[in-house]
C-alpha cells in the first residue's frame, strides 16, 4: 500500500517528467520513452494527476538543489583536472582520440567543466563517435547556456550523422551568442545547403513510378546509360517478345520481330513475337499510347531489369548512392581544444 505522501511524490515526478517533456528539448525517441514510463508510474502506484488531493506547491527540483549540496572542490583537485585536460588536448594533436577521451574522462570525474564536456565532444566526433558527442555537447550546454563553441560542436556531430535541420539549428544558436564567428557562418550555410540537397532527393526519389528500382541520391542516368554492363542488360532486355509487342502496340502498327531487335545490336535468341506479318493481335501485355502507356512500358523494362539482374541493379543503386555521399563533412572548428 502506497501511503499519501509517497503518492504526492509521485505525482511530483510525474510533472517533472512532463516539464521535460514540454520543453523541446528531448529528441523523439527520449519523449515516447518519457511517456512510457509516466504511463508505468500512473499504473503501478495509482495515481492520477488531475487528483486535487495530490497536488502540492512543492517544486521537486528546488527542493533537490536547495538541500543537496554540491561536492567542494578543492583547488589541488581542480588544477589535476586541468593538467588531465591537456594531456587529452596533446593526445588530440598526436590523433590519439580513443586515449583523449579518457584523458578528458577522468578530468570530468575531478571537475564537471562545460570546457572538458566540450573537448571530449570533439574527440568523440574523431573517433566517429557522433551521438556521444551530441551529449556531452547538451551536458556541456545544461552547465552553461551561453557555451556557443558546444553549439558549434554539437553541429558538426550532427552534420556527420546527416541530421541536417538539427546541424543548422546548432549553428544558428552559436551564430546568437557568437555572430562574428565566421566558421560558424560557413558551417551553417554549408548545413542548409546540405539540407536542401537531401529535401531535393527525397522529393526526386518520391517522384518514379511505381514499378521502377530506386536508386536513391543523385540519380543521373546519362552516367547510367554509359555503363557497359547496364547497356548490355538493356539489349537483352529489348530483345525480349513482350517488350517488343508493347512497343508494336504502342507506335500502331505491326510489332517488330526479335530479328528486328537483332539489327540494333541485341543479342541473338530473341523469337519473333509475329512470325506471320499478317498476324496484328495484340499480345496480353501489350499496353495503349500516350504517356500511360510509357509508364506501363518502363515499369515491365525495370521489372524485367531486376528479375534477370538483380545485382546489377543493386550495383547501380550502390553506385549513384556513393556519388551523393563523397561530399565530406563541413569544415571543422579551427579551435579544436580549448
Known sequence: MTSLQE???????????????????????QVESLEVALQCLESTFNVNVSDPALQTNVDL????VANVKEKTLTEEAKQQAETLKNEGNNLMKDAKYEEAIQKYSEAIKL???????????AAFSKAERHLDAVEDCKIALQLDPSYSKAYGRMGLAYTSLRKFKEARDAYKKALELEP?????ENNLNIAEEKLREA???????????SGFPNFGGAFNPFEMLNNPAFAQMAQQVMSDPNIINMMGNMFG?????????????????????????????????ATGGGLAGLLQMGQQ????MQQQNP????????????????????????????
Open 199 to 209: 529535401e531535393q532527393q527525397q522529393t526526386s526519389a518520391g517522384s518514379f513510378p
Open 301 to 304: 523494362f525495370a521489372s524485367m
Open 111 to 121: 571537475h564537471s567543466n562545460p570546457i572538458f564536456f566540450c573537448n571530449r565532444a
Open 311 to 338: 545485382d546489377l541493379v543493386d550495383q547501380l543503386r550502390r553506385q549513384f548512392q556513393g556519388q551523393n555521399d563523397q561530399d565530406g563533412p563541413p569544415n571543422p572548428d579551427p579551435n579544436t581544444n580549448h
Open 61 to 64: 527540483l528546488s527542493l533537490f
Open 180 to 184: 562574428n564567428n565566421e566558421s560558424f
Open 253 to 285: 502498327g505491326t510489332p517488330p520481330t526479335a530479328a528486328a531487335a537483332d539489327n540494333v545490336n541485341a543479342p541473338t535468341g530473341g523469337s519473333s513475337v509475329n512470325s506471320d506479318p499478317n498476324n496484328t493481335a495484340p499480345n496480353p501485355t
Open 7 to 29: 503518492r504526492k511524490l509521485i505525482i511530483k515526478i510525474i510533472d517533472f517528467f512532463r516539464s521535460k517533456i514540454s520543453s523541446g528539448q528531448l529528441e523523439s525517441d
